[in-house]
C-alpha cells in the first residue's frame, strides 16, 4: 500500500463519521436506514442467502443509487446476462430498486471502501471483473481489485467541470489504479478528455453517449394513453409545445 492510499484509510473512518453526524444533524439520518444486515453487507460480509444466488465468478457491476440503475439495466440487457450479475449500490433504496432488475442474480450494499471491508466482500464473492458506473472511483476498491488482476471499467463516465479539480487534486491517490483501467465508455467527449487527464490511456477510452437514453421505450399503448390523456385537457401533442 502506497503512501497516498495509507494516509487515505487513516483518514476514512473520520470522513465517514462526519458524513454520518451531517446526515443526522440535517435532519437525514431516516435515510440511511440501516439495519443489522445492512451494515454486515457495508463490512464486507456475504450471506449464505446472497452467496447462493450470486455464486462465485460473476460479474460486478456498481452504481451508487436509483438514478444510476437505468444504465445498469442498458448493461444486463446488452450482455443477456440473466441472473448472472452481482449488483452492488451504495444505499439502501439503490439496492431495493437493483433487486427488481431481471438480470441481477443478487443485490447488495457495497463494502466501505476500507481495505479490510474490500478484501472480504472480494473473498467472498471472487468477481471475474467489476463495472463501475458513472464517477463511483474508491481508490481502495480500485487499488484491490487491481492487487487480484480484476479488470475494472467505467460505464456510462461522467467527469463534470465541477468535480475535475477535485480528482486533480487527488492524482497522487487515484493515479496509479486509473491508470489501470481496463476501458471508460464516457458520455461526451468533454468527459473523456477529462477521463484522459486523469491518466487513463486515450486508447481505452470511447464516447458511448448516456446509457441512460438507451432504456426501453415505451409500449404502443402506453404511448396511445398518454396522447390521449393530454388530448383531454386541450393540449395537442405535436402541434403545441408542454413544459415538462
Known sequence: MNLWLSLYQALFPIVGVAVVVQFLAGGRGRSLREG???VGQRLGYASPENLEKAGTGALWIHAASV??????????KELGLEGRALLTTSTVAGREGAEKLSGAAAAVLAPVDLKWSVE?????????ALIILETELWPMTLACCVSRGIPVAVANGRM?????PRYRWLEPLLGPYLRKLAAVGAQSPADAERYAALGVPPERIRVTGNMKYDAAPPSPEAVAGARAALESLGWRPGTAFIWC
Not at 463534470?160 to 475535475?164: E, G, K, L, N, P
Open 67 to 76: 438514478g444510476e440503475l437505468s444504465g445498469v439495466a442498458a448493461i444486463l
Open 120 to 128: 472480504r466482500f472480494l473473498d467472498a464473492y471472487k468477481p471475474r
Open 160 to 164: 463534470t467541470a465541477r468535480s475535475f
Open 36 to 38: 443489522k444486515n445492512d
